[in-house]
Nanobody, 125 residues
Framework: QVQLVESGGGLVQAGGSLRLSCVASRRTSAFITYAMGWFRQAPGKEREFVSTISRSGSNTIYADSVKGRFTFSRDNAKNTVYLQMNSLKPEDTAVYYC????????????????WGQGTQVTVAS
């Protein structure tokens, strides 16, 4: 069982930055065996892929909408992943979710077994 807790959301002006964190519970062993993902869901819309990172952290994939602005990283020693979000736009406003799956990275929500509670990101124009 993996428990994930996100933090770092908030209200920011367009063009600003936020850094989201997601910590896996202490009971999570071998964090390195889990690929991690970030997804987001805006009101009235389906949950969409933002980024995924490989188990070692050496490889990442980004949605086209965030490529060049967001950076996904992980610190396996701390059981933590980060999403650095720069040049934020109003269309980035959503609840952001951290997710984990045992095995290689993936881009579809259905491929992830474990989810955090989400953190709200609001970008004002």
């Amino acid at each position: 069982q993996v428990q994930l807790v996100e933090s770092g959301g908030g209200l920011v002006q367009a063009g600003g930055s936020l850094r989201l964190s997601c910590v896996a519970s202490r009971r999570t062993s071998a964090f390195i065996t889990y690929a991690m993902g970030w997804f987001r869901q805006a009101p009235g819309k389906e949950r969409e892929f933002v980024s995924t990172i490989s188990r070692s952290g050496s490889n990442t994939i980004y949605a086209d909408s965030v490529k060049g602005r967001f950076t996904f990283s992980r610190d396996n020693a701390k059981n933590t992943v980060y999403l650095q979000m720069n040049s934020l736009k109003p269309e980035d406003t959503a609840v952001y979710y951290c997710a984990a799956r045992w095995g290689p990275w993936a881009t579809r929500p259905a491929e992830y077994a474990y989810w955090g509670q989400g953190t709200q990101v609001t970008v004002a124009s």
